[in-house]
C-alpha cells in the first residue's frame, strides 16, 4: 500500500475515463501523447503533442506548464512555462518551439513519439487585436520568434496586415517565416551574419512602415535591445505595443508571487506577476525584456 | 463510508486538507473546485504594502524548492476590503495569516481582521529570512509567547502559531505558545537554506537565502510533529512535504489533527483534491471509519533491548 506516487489526476488525453474534477475551471492538468519531437536546428526542437479540448482553447501568447522528464539520473522538482507555438483546432494537437538551455528543456529533448508528457494550462493572458488595426509590426529575435508565432493565427483571423521582422544570429535560426507568409505577413529577414541585424537597420524598417501608416501596433519578444527600440519608436509615433516577458516560476496560477516583474505604470513602478497578470504586458509599461 | 471531517479544538473541516500560506489564492479556481478543501488559508498579511524580495525568488533543489518571496500584499485595508470577500465566495472556513515585525501591532492587526466570516487566526512568526526579533519571533520562546499573549488578549477567534523548523529547540517554542493560549500549532514554516549556482558563482535566490520546502523537509518536520505532540495538549497541524494521501497519514499518525500542503500545488495544482480522494480510499481500504482516529495513533511502543530486537528477523 506504501505508494511513492504523488497524488495527481491529469486528464488523460483522448480517453473517456478519467474525470475532470472541476468541468468549470479553464485550467487543467493533461497527460498528453507526444507525437513528434525533433530538432529544427542546433538549439531549437519541435514538440508535437495531443490536446484535450481544454487545451484547445489556449490563446496565442499564452503558455502551458511543462512536468519535463530528466535529462539525468536526477529529477525535477518544478515545472517549466513554455509558450505555444501552434494551437491546431482541426487535429487536436499543440506544437511547441522550444531551445534547450537548462535542465527542464533538456529533459524534454529526450521525449519520443509515443511518450506521455505532463502540462499545466492553458495559462496567462496572451496577445489581443483590436477592432481597427488594419496592419502591425512584429519583431523578435531567439526564443522569441516561437512566442511571437501564433501572432499569425491572430492576424489571418482578423484578416490584419503585418511586417515581421525576424532578427537571429544566423539565418537558419530564424524560425516562424513560414507561418507568417501563410498568414499573408511581409517577412523580413534579419541576421548578424550580413549585419542587417543592427538597430540601425531594424529602426529604419520599423520609421518606414510608421511613415507608410502601416503601424498600427507593435509586438516583440525575444531581445531587450528590440524591445527598447520598438518601445521608443512607439512612444515617439504614439503607437500601442504588447512584449511577452518571461521570468523564473513556480506555481503558474498566481498564488506564489515567485515570477514578478518591474512595470511602470504613470510613473509609479509595480511588480506584475508574469504567470496571471502576462505572459503578454503593455510594451510602454515594461521597463526591460 | 469514511468519516473525513476533523476539529482542531473548535475549529471544524470536513477533511483535514489545507493549503499552506502563500501557495494558495482564489486564483486556484483557474484549475481546481476549491469547494473540495477543508479549509482555505490567505497568504500572509502584512499591514503595510509590501513589495516582496528582489528575484529569482525560487530555486529548484533535490526533493523539493527554496522561495524567499518576501510576504508581499497590498495591506491590510486592501485585504479587509477586497481579498476577504473573494475568499468568502468559497464553503471551506477560512483562517487569516497575519504577520508583524512589532508584538503590539500583531495584536492590532489580529484585532483588526477578525471580521465576520474569518473562522480562525494562523499567526506567522516564523517567516525563516527575517530577523529573529523583527518579526521571526518563532525562533525564541520568550519573544513568541509575548507575540501570543497579546494576540489571545485581541482576539476571541482560534489562534494557530505557526512554529519555525530554525528553531534549536522547537518543543521549547511550542510548550511557549501553548502556555501563552495558542489554540493550536502549525508545524513548521519552511527551512532556512541556500543554493550556490556554479556556473556563475552567484546565490541561486535573489535574497540569497530563502526557505526550503518539499518532500525533502518530510521526515524532518514529521519528527518535529511527532515531538511536540508529546509534548503539548493542543492540536498540531502538520506542514511539510505532503505530496500524498500516505504523507497525510504519518503526519495524523505523528499526533497532526490536519495538514497543510504546499509544494505539491506546485507539481500538480489539483494535489489537494487527489489527496482527499485517495486518504478517503486509504481508509476504506484499511477499514478505518473516522479519518480523525489516525491522530496519534502512532505505535511506538519499540522493543527497546537491542538483543531482543536484533534477534527477530525483518
Not at chain 1, 525535477?76 to 505555444?84: E, G, M
Not at chain 2, 473540495?36 to 526533493?63: F, H, M, Q, W, Y
Not at chain 2, 512568526?125 to 497579546?150: K, M, Q
Not at chain 2, 504523507?247 to 500545488?265: K, P, R, T
Request: aromatic letters at 6%.
Amino acid at each position: 500500500m506504501e505508494s511513492t506516487v504523488f497524488a495527481a489526476r491529469p486528464h488523460v488525453v483522448g480517453t473517456e475515463n478519467t474525470v475532470d474534477q472541476a468541468p468549470a475551471a479553464p485550467v487543467e492538468e493533461i497527460l498528453t501523447t507526444v507525437l513528434a519531437n525533433d530538432s529544427i536546428n542546433d538549439e531549437y526542437k519541435h514538440l508535437i503533442v495531443t490536446a484535450s479540448p481544454k487545451a484547445l482553447t489556449a490563446k496565442p501568447g499564452q503558455f502551458f506548464h511543462w512536468l519535463c522528464p530528466s535529462p539525468d539520473e536526477g529529477d525535477l522538482w518544478l515545472r517549466r512555462p513554455q509558450s505555444i507555438y501552434v494551437v491546431d483546432k482541426e487535429r487536436q494537437r499543440l506544437e511547441f518551439l522550444y531551445k534547450c538551455v537548462g535542465r527542464g528543456t533538456n529533459g524534454a529533448a529526450t521525449l519520443k513519439p509515443g511518450d506521455t508528457f505532463n502540462m499545466v494550462g492553458p495559462l496567462g493572458v496572451g496577445f489581443s487585436m483590436e477592432p481597427g488595426w488594419k496592419n502591425v509590426v512584429v519583431l523578435g529575435r531567439g526564443v522569441g520568434l516561437a512566442t511571437l508565432a501564433p501572432i499569425s493565427q491572430l492576424i489571418a483571423e482578423n484578416g490584419i496586415g503585418a511586417t515581421v521582422i525576424l532578427s537571429a544570429r544566423s539565418p537558419d535560426l530564424a524560425m516562424s517565416g513560414d507561418l507568417f507568409e501563410k498568414a499573408g505577413a511581409e517577412v523580413i529577414t534579419v541576421t548578424d551574419t550580413d549585419g542587417t541585424s543592427a538597430v540601425e537597420n531594424v529602426e529604419a524598417i520599423i520609421e518606414q512602415r510608421v511613415a507608410d501608416n502601416r503601424a498600427d501596433a507593435f509586438f516583440t519578444c525575444g531581445s531587450n535591445r528590440l524591445f527598447m527600440l520598438m518601445k521608443r519608436l512607439g512612444k515617439k509615433h504614439n503607437v500601442p505595443g504588447q512584449v511577452a516577458m518571461e521570468q523564473i516560476m513556480a506555481c503558474g496560477l498566481g498564488p506564489c508571487y515567485v515570477c514578478v516583474r518591474t512595470f511602470e505604470i504613470d510613473g509609479v513602478k509595480t511588480l506584475k506577476r508574469v504567470c496571471i497578470e502576462g505572459p503578454v504586458f503593455d510594451m510602454q509599461e515594461a521597463m526591460g525584456w | 463510508m469514511v468519516d473525513l471531517s476533523v476539529k482542531i479544538g473548535s475549529f471544524e473541516m470536513t477533511n483535514p486538507v489545507m493549503p499552506a500560506s502563500g501557495t494558495f489564492s482564489p486564483e486556484m479556481e483557474q484549475v481546481m473546485d476549491i469547494n473540495r478543501l477543508g479549509a482555505t488559508l490567505t497568504k500572509t498579511i502584512s499591514r503595510e504594502l509590501r513589495d516582496g524580495n528582489p528575484p529569482p525568488r525560487v530555486a529548484e533543489v533535490e526533493c523539493g524548492m527554496i522561495n524567499c518571496i518576501g510576504l508581499p500584499g497590498k495591506g491590510i485595508e486592501y485585504f479587509l476590503e477586497n481579498q476577504i470577500p473573494d475568499y468568502l465566495r468559497f464553503s471551506p472556513p477560512l483562517i487569516v495569516s497575519i504577520t508583524s515585525t512589532i508584538h503590539e501591532d500583531f495584536a492590532a492587526m489580529a484585532r483588526e481582521v477578525t471580521v465576520p466570516g474569518v473562522k480562525a487566526l494562523e499567526i506567522n512568526i516564523s517567516c525563516p529570512t527575517r530577523d529573529p526579533n523583527g518579526g521571526n519571533f518563532a525562533l525564541h520562546a520568550d519573544e513568541t509567547a509575548e507575540t501570543v499573549r497579546l494576540v489571545r488578549a485581541a482576539t476571541d477567534l482560534p489562534i494557530f502559531v505557526k512554529l519555525s523548523p530554525n528553531a534549536g529547540d522547537i518543543v521549547s517554542i511550542a510548550r511557549a505558545a501553548e502556555e501563552a493560549g495558542a489554540d493550536a500549532l502549525t508545524v513548521a514554516n519552511t527551512i532556512l537554506s541556500m543554493r550556490i549556482d556554479t556556473h556563475s558563482f552567484r546565490p541561486s535566490l535573489g535574497h540569497k537565502v530563502g526557505g526550503m520546502s518539499g518532500p525533502a523537509v518530510k521526515p524532518i518536520i514529521l519528527r518535529m510533529v511527532y515531538q511536540i505532540s508529546k509534548a503539548v495538549s493542543i492540536p498540531i497541524i502538520g506542514c511539510g512535504g505532503i505530496v500524498k494521501a500516505e504523507d497525510v497519514v504519518e503526519y495524523m499518525l505523528a499526533g497532526a489533527s490536519a495538514v497543510q500542503v504546499g509544494y505539491a500545488s506546485f507539481r500538480n495544482p489539483t494535489a489537494m483534491v487527489s489527496i482527499i480522494e485517495d486518504l478517503e480510499e486509504w481508509c476504506d481500504k484499511r477499514g478505518i471509519a473516522r479519518v480523525a482516529d489516525l491522530t496519534g495513533a502512532v505505535q511506538d511502543d519499540m522493543e527497546t533491548d537491542t538483543y531482543i530486537a536484533a534477534a527477530a528477523g525483518i
